[in-house]
């Protein structure tokens, strides 16, 4: 196209030319526009920067699973949203600011048309579906290393790289959930312990404890090692004071503050594992016997894992661990009210709080998938449909 | 997957209706039409017979141009599955919503 076939249609065009900036884009469709090969992502705040930085976006998901986007902290879910007018997208195209601040800028500019869309990807921000995390760890969680079982070349292990293909989570959520559930890398796997394994490993840490009379806020990294080294390997040692404690220096030496609420908590669930249901008075005074000289046990502490029934007499309590429960919201709220008709808002929110959305509130996750009456003077949550 | 060194930046140009080629046959190489700016800066598109007066839009939400890795063109339009890398970013748009004008070429003159 030359610069007098552009003149002859603005001429017929019957627009003064003078009124115009000198430079045209004479737009024409590239070779590949039609093929549907360039789509469109609407970026969420903070994404677009990273990609300037050079940081990657990744799609993840199966073939089953519904897409997402990862960043390298973050999870969106996609969705493609329709318009009724044509986007077109066009490499090398220039604003007017562009033009004015270029003088130099040519005065017919050949632009091809990369692609066309009437549709583009919409994002928005959603929690990172871990559950498939854990369930993959339990595949095969680790016994220890006498376990015959682990030598077996069939056992389902996975490197970091593994669960980054499989988990439609970014890495930072990925590595921090692996935090979260006390997984430990072994042998370049990521494993979660057994659970007896990991009471068997404790139970030396508490004794040891027990018997060298330490605080509980200072347990030393060196003596257990050289105490316990015999039994269990080092790793593994450390990793149980470092699941059950927090680690400091303390003059050169490495020190373990143990964690009083998590070690009650994980005696509770080995006790209320053996059965379907307790006394609970029973159950309180087995469980303080059982937790190491100098802790106190609350059932606050039992959060999120077991569940007490008021309702019934005796009063009673099981075993309920929230990661047993559905992710997908309408699920896990059908499983609650499939386990109780009525909640308050006390008992529910445990199960519940790892739901809320980044400034969702448990109230606003209630007022949607409950409804609320009284019971005896009490707000209760029940369900808003009929469960079978 | 992300990219190496600058990005490029593109523009959107969104239009009403559909696009389609004047002769049948693909629209590859075909012309669209010809882009103009006035001096405040307003675009101005001469499509075949229409001129269309738009606006430059800053885009609050930036998008991103993706490509798919592989031969084959998107196997079904809902399936993000694969590997894609970021070729562009788009932060402005030329927005033509006014209803065309046609280009009348010949007025017949009155006998």
Known sequence: RSRAQVDATLRAARLNPGELLPAVHCLRFGPHAAAGQCCLLQLEPGLCAELEAGRSLVIRGEKDEQAVLCSKDKTYDMKIADTSNMLLFIPGCKTPEQLNADPSSCNIIHSQIAGFSNNYWELRRCRPKLKKLRKLLMEDPYEGPDSRKDQALTVSKYTTEDLLSLIQASEEEILHQLQAIDACKIEGYWRILEFDYEMKLLNHVTQLIDSESWSLSKVPLRTCLEELGSLEPREMIEHILLSYGRKYVDDGEVYFEMHEDKICRAIAQMLLQNAVKFNLSEFQEVWQQSVPEGMTTRIDQLKGLALVDKSSRPETISLLKVEDLPEDNQERFNSLFGIREKWTEVDITPYIQDLCAEKQSVGALLTKYARSSTLNGVKVYNSRRPIS | ?111
Not at chain 2, 14 to 29: D, K, M, N, W
Not at chain 2, 41 to 52: A, D, K, N, T, W
Not at chain 2, 60 to 78: N, W
């Open chain 2, 1 to 111: 997957s992300g990219s190496a060194g600058a990005l490029a930046q593109w523009v959107l140009v969104e239009l009403q209706g559909e696009v389609e080629p004047r002769q049948s046959g693909s629209l590859a190489g075909s012309l669209l039409g010809d882009l103009h700016y006035t001096c405040e800066g307003v675009p101005v598109l001469i499509v075949g017979h229409h001129i269309l007066y738009g606006k430059v839009v800053q885009l609050e939400k930036p998008f991103a141009v993706l490509v798919k890795e592989g031969a084959a063109p998107q196997d079904s339009p809902g399936e993000p599955h694969g590997h894609y890398t970021v070729t562009a970013l788009i932060k402005t748009k030329l927005l033509f919503k006014t209803r065309p004008k046609p280009i009348i070429t010949h007025v017949p003159k009155k006998v």
